[in-house]
């Protein structure tokens, strides 16, 4: 009993802290936020309800009905539906996307790092520093990692209020067709959706819950309250970014850990896990591609929502996920299966024109 009731937490509290960091890993990159526009923050709110919230149910719901990780449910998933084997790589595009995205975050990190600090390492060395670090803390206990992620996320939202910080002012802007790509990767990829983590880390949850809501709903809510907060946080002062490298490296060290669950479930030998979660992360120690690699995070985060979106909408039996979601209603299970087969699609679709248009 005690355990169930540890885990309704994790995810719920995941979802803020990876969220947060992913939002402040991606917003440099990105301009994600930059200048506070407010219809920029209506967009982000309506991508939310629009596609976050449906495929966030679409990861409890396979969650439900395979009882197991992401990477080894697509093998029983595909099966069910009669679908091609072709489909499982998505669970490989998502557990291997995992370590990239911590390379990612760390690779942020450690440019950070090198501002405030006057060590006169390379960027690469730091990098190679908090990489070791992450990967030491993710043999800890999971619930030590999501505690010490927690208050180091906590600790760097007061700090940067209290440091002196300033922040833009709010503004009013003409709606650009761009934003639409910068709120679709910050409600789906920096969300951290579509890697199966919540999926993973609700697993004992769900086995017990008769509806996905009572998973699905606080793991969104955690997610819409991250960016809310991330709209009220800078890292231009000392103190607050030394906490969010902190919580950089203890929020890789949590994916990392997650990744070779999934992967050890998969019955994949040790030492190949490790080298594939290493080689994946260690590729942020060039210095000359990290800047591709950050183009690359975003269409590879897109494009695993995208594939989930064709398989469940599409692919599996309309009744396949019927039961697990048991919506109150006939109409709101077809509003979600709607979102899902048309609005996902084309939505990622729409903001990949947009992305291509604002790097071409």
Same mark, same amino acid.
């Given at each position: 009993?005690?355990?169930?009731? $540890?885990?309704?937490?994790?995810?719920?509290?995941?979802?803020?802290?990876?969220?947060?960091?992913?939002?402040?890993?991606?917003?440099?990159?990105?301009?994600?936020?930059?200048?506070?526009?407010?219809?920029?923050?209506?967009?982000?709110?309506?991508?939310?309800?629009?596609?976050?919230?449906?495929?966030?149910?679409?990861?409890?719901?396979?969650?439900?009905?395979?009882? &197991?990780?992401?990477?080894?449910?697509?093998?029983?998933?595909?099966?069910?539906?009669? @679908?091609?084997?072709?489909?499982?790589?998505?669970?490989?595009?998502?557990?291997?996307?995992?370590?990239?995205?911590?390379?990612?975050?760390?690779?942020?990190?450690?440019?950070?790092?090198?501002?405030?600090?006057?060590?006169?390492?390379?960027?690469?060395?730091?990098?190679?520093?908090?990489?070791?670090?992450?990967?030491?803390?993710?043999?800890?206990?999971?619930?030590?990692?999501?505690?010490? &992620?927690?208050?180091?996320?906590?600790?760097?939202?007061?700090?940067?209020?209290?440091?002196?910080?300033?922040?833009?002012?709010?503004?009013?802007?003409?709606?650009?067709?761009?934003?639409?790509?910068?709120?679709?990767?910050?409600?789906?990829?920096?969300?951290?959706?579509?890697?199966?983590?919540?999926?993973?880390?609700?697993?004992?949850?769900?086995?017990?819950?008769?509806?996905?809501?009572?998973?699905?709903?606080?793991?969104?809510?955690?997610?819409?309250?991250?960016?809310?907060?991330?709209?009220?946080?800078?890292?231009?002062?000392?103190?607050?970014?030394?906490?969010?490298?902190?919580?950089?490296?203890?929020?890789?060290?949590?994916?990392?850990?997650?990744?070779?669950?999934?992967?050890?479930?998969?019955?994949?030998?040790?030492?190949?896990?490790?080298?594939?979660?290493?080689?994946? &992360?260690?590729?942020?120690?060039?210095?000359?591609?990290?800047?591709?690699?950050?183009?690359?995070? $975003?269409?590879?985060?897109?494009?695993?929502?995208?594939?989930?979106?064709?398989?469940?909408?599409?692919?599996?039996?309309?009744?396949?996920?019927?039961? @697990?979601?048991?919506?109150?209603?006939?109409?709101?299970?077809?509003?979600?299966?709607?979102?899902?087969?048309?609005?996902?699609?084309?939505?990622?679709?729409?903001?990949?024109?947009?992305?291509?248009?604002?790097?071409?």
């Amino acid at each position: 009993m005690q355990d169930n009731a $540890i885990a309704r937490w994790i995810s719920p509290l995941m979802a803020f802290c990876l969220s947060f960091i992913i939002i402040a890993t991606l917003a440099p990159v990105t301009g994600i936020l930059v200048e506070r526009q407010i219809d920029f923050w209506l967009l982000w709110l309506g991508t939310m309800v629009i596609l976050a919230l449906p495929i966030c149910y679409l990861e409890i719901a396979l969650a439900k009905r395979s009882k &197991t990780t992401a990477l080894e449910a697509l093998s029983s998933l595909t099966r069910d539906a009669d @679908a091609s084997q072709r489909w499982r790589l998505v669970g490989w595009l998502a557990v291997v996307f995992i370590p990239f995205l911590a390379g990612g975050m760390l690779s942020n990190a450690s440019q950070l790092l090198s501002t405030y600090t006057s060590t006169g390492l390379q960027t690469n060395l730091l990098f190679a520093g908090l990489a070791i670090a992450a990967f030491a803390i993710s043999c800890v206990s999971r619930q030590i990692i999501v505690v010490l &992620t927690a208050i180091a996320v906590i600790a760097s939202i007061i700090l940067a209020n209290t440091a002196g910080s300033t922040l833009p002012e709010w503004t009013i802007t003409p709606l650009m067709f761009g934003e639409w790509a910068n709120a679709t990767i910050l409600a789906l990829v920096a969300s951290g959706l579509g890697m199966g983590i919540y999926w993973q880390s609700s697993l004992a949850v769900v086995k017990t819950e008769d509806v996905a809501t009572k998973t699905a709903l606080p793991i969104w809510i955690a997610q819409l309250l991250a960016v809310v907060a991330f709209g009220f946080f800078t890292a231009k002062a000392q103190i607050p970014a030394f906490a969010l490298i902190f919580a950089v490296v203890t929020s890789a060290a949590l994916v990392l850990q997650l990744a070779r669950e999934q992967l050890a479930q998969r019955k994949i030998n040790i030492a190949i896990q490790w080298l594939i979660l290493a080689v994946t &992360t260690l590729l942020w120690a060039i210095p000359s591609i990290a800047p591709i690699f950050n183009v690359v995070l $975003i269409l590879w985060g897109l494009a695993i929502c995208f594939i989930y979106a064709i398989f469940v909408g599409w692919i599996m039996k309309i009744s396949h996920l019927r039961k @697990a979601l048991n919506f109150k209603s006939e109409a709101i299970y077809n509003i979600w299966r709607i979102a899902v087969r048309i609005v996902l699609p084309l939505s990622i679709i729409v903001a990949l024109i947009s992305y291509f248009g604002q790097i071409l």
